[in-house]
C-alpha cells in the first residue's frame, strides 16, 4: 500500500530515486535492471535461470519489467543490462563466474555498455 515502502523492489527503487533526486537535483539517473543470471543447487546442478526460477517472488525477468516500470514511472533513464549486455545460455559462461557474478569479461562487457549509454544520452543533452 506505501508506494515508497522500501521492503519491496518497486518501493525501494521509488524511494532511492526519490533521495538521488533530491540530493543531485541535476544528475541524470540511469537504473540498470538485473542482468541474466543462472542459479545452480548446493550440488552444483543447474536449477534455472532469471528466465524462469521464481523462488516465490517472481523471476528476475519479473524484476526487470518493474524496473522498467518504475524508471518510466519516475522519468529516469533506463538500461536494459538483461537484454543488452547480450549475456544469456549460450554465453554465460564467458560472462558469469558463478552463474550470477560477472567474470573480467564481463565486467568490461557491462562497464563498454553502460559508458556507450552514458555518451549517447550525453549527445542527446548537447544537441
Do not use: W
Not at 91 to 105: C, I, P, R, S, W
Request: net charge negative.
Amino acid at each position: 500500500d506505501n508506494y515508497y515502502d522500501y521492503t519491496t523492489y518497486a518501493g525501494a527503487l521509488r524511494y532511492a530515486l526519490a533521495e538521488l533526486s533530491e540530493i543531485a537535483v541535476d544528475a541524470t539517473i540511469i537504473v540498470c535492471c538485473p542482468h541474466y543470471c543462472q542459479f545452480f543447487n548446493d550440488e552444483g546442478h543447474f536449477i534455472g535461470d532469471g528466465n524462469v526460477l521464481n523462488t516465490g517472488y517472481g523471476t528476475l525477468v519479473d524484476y526487470k519489467g518493474v524496473c522498467k516500470y518504475v524508471a518510466k514511472e519516475q522519468q529516469v533513464k533506463y538500461y536494459d543490462a538483461y537484454v543488452d549486455l547480450g549475456i544469456n545460455g549460450y554465453t554465460a559462461e564467458d560472462y558469469l563466474e558463478d552463474g550470477v557474478h560477472l567474470t573480467e569479461a564481463g565486467r568490461q562487457l557491462y562497464a563498454d555498455a553502460l559508458a556507450a549509454k552514458i555518451m549517447k544520452i550525453e549527445e542527446t543533452k548537447n544537441n
